[in-house]
């Protein structure tokens, strides 16, 4: 069986899950062509995801001059199809933010990929993130191409929903991330199409919890992997590590991530005189990445929005607790006093108590809470299980509309 995924940036640094997933349904006999809106361009760190962008075709890569043609040719060969999909881009352009031209550059978009489909033999099109991707297969089976599903991640789709419900009323099938995930997807779904919602988690190969073990008490160290960005809550982390400092707590804080906050960060840094103790590394690469988890006691994400944050599994794989906030799917995976502390979110008392606590814990308490999560996190997100799950979907016959 041959399908195509469709992802507006890819490869991409916070994007390896995706990566995962497509090598792991190629595991299962599964064909994949990669198909991604932007991404050709900008640093990667990571060897595999310069191998996937050798791999990927990129509708935007020539300009957008390289739609008209195609879009024209759709609309003579298919006129019935192209009104169809014309008269729903512009529904979709009515209940959206985005102005109209937007929404004719997905239907641009969608007749340019429509020929890849058909020459490739492609009988499938899944799209990750409910977004424009998403917008993109729905218009290309509007036009006559392949049955779509796409996988929903949150925040963003939950917070703006915008064509949620035609986007889910239209596809095969529908991925949720976590239950949290599909129970936002039936929120915003009529009940006739809650069968479509499923659940099928991110997931990381059993290997990447099996290299060489360290205690998580070797360090006073925390680490906050992710994007730098206000809805990630760093700016908070700050004000605890602030605090730390004014009673003479001796720590560590590593910021791993890059994005539109680092410079406010960088800022309050300063006025804190917290550089000794805080450090901020940019974007790296996912084996940097694991050595700076196995470097430090604990994860600590005092997020105020999320999904279900791939990097709090990579940490629980690598046997260190997690310390989160009671926020979307993130409860699913952490248990408070069992492999981690979960704290209200925007709590800057919490944060830091929860924080002093993993300071204080005896090393036993912390390989006991390592232990736990490694076993939680390998039972519940192996990539291979959740791939099979997912293949299976794409093996049925679609679901009619």
Not at 33 to 57: K, M, N, S, Y
Not at 176 to 192: E, N, P
Not at 231 to 240: D, M, T, V
Request: hydrophobic letters at 45%; a positive charge; proline letters at 6%.
């Amino acid at each position: 069986m041959k399908i195509a995924y469709v992802i507006n940036d890819y490869p991409k640094v916070s994007h390896s899950f995706i990566r995962r997933e497509i090598l792991a349904l190629e595991r299962q006999g599964i064909e994949v062509e990669r198909i991604a809106l932007r991404g050709w361009q900008g640093p990667l760190p990571d060897e595999e995801d310069r191998r996937e962008r050798e791999r990927t075709r990129y509708v935007l890569r020539n300009g957008a001059w390289a739609l008209p043609g195609p879009m024209l040719r759709t609309m003579l060969r298919r006129p019935i199809r192209f009104l169809k999909a014309l008269r729903l881009t512009l529904k979709m352009a009515a209940e959206s933010d985005r102005s109209p031209a937007h929404h004719l550059a997905y239907l641009a978009e969608a007749c340019r990929i429509l020929a890849w489909l058909e020459t490739s033999g492609v009988r499938w099109l899944h799209a990750h993130f409910g977004t424009n991707s998403t917008d993109v297969a729905m218009l290309a089976r509007a036009l006559g191409g392949p049955p779509y599903s796409f996988t929903a991640h949150g925040p963003e789709e939950f917070l703006r929903p915008i064509g949620l419900r035609e986007k889910i009323r239209r596809a095969s099938f529908v991925i949720g991330i976590s239950s949290f995930g599909r129970s936002q997807l039936c929120l915003w779904t009529g009940f006739r199409d809650w069968h479509r919602v499923q659940i099928v988690h991110c997931g990381l190969e059993s290997s990447f919890g099996e290299r060489t073990y360290r205690a998580p008490h070797a360090a006073r160290r925390f680490i906050c992997v992710g994007r730098l960005a206000t809805e990630k809550g760093q700016l908070l982390l700050i004000e605890a590590a602030a605090v730390f400092v004014s009673r003479g707590v001796e720590f560590e804080l590593v910021l791993a991530g890059d994005g539109p906050l680092r410079r406010p960060l960088e800022e309050l840094i300063e006025k804190h005189g917290l550089q000794r103790h805080v450090r901020i590394t940019g974007w790296i690469s996912n084996d940097r990445v694991r050595e700076e988890i196995l470097a430090a006691r604990a994860l600590v994400l005092p997020s105020f929005s999320e999904g279900l944050p791939v990097v709090i599994m990579e940490a629980m794989a690598l046997r260190r607790p997690v310390l989160a906030t009671y926020v979307a799917g993130i409860p699913e995976l952490v248990r408070h006093g069992e492999n981690g502390w979960l704290f209200p979110a925007a709590s800057l008392e919490d944060l830091t108590n929860a924080m002093q606590q993993c300071l204080s814990s005896a090393p036993q308490e912390l390989e006991r809470m390592g232990e736990n999560a490694h076993q939680r996190v390998s039972a519940r997100h192996a990539i291979d299980v959740e791939a099979a799950k997912l293949a299976m979907l794409f093996r049925q016959p679609p679901s009619p509309r």
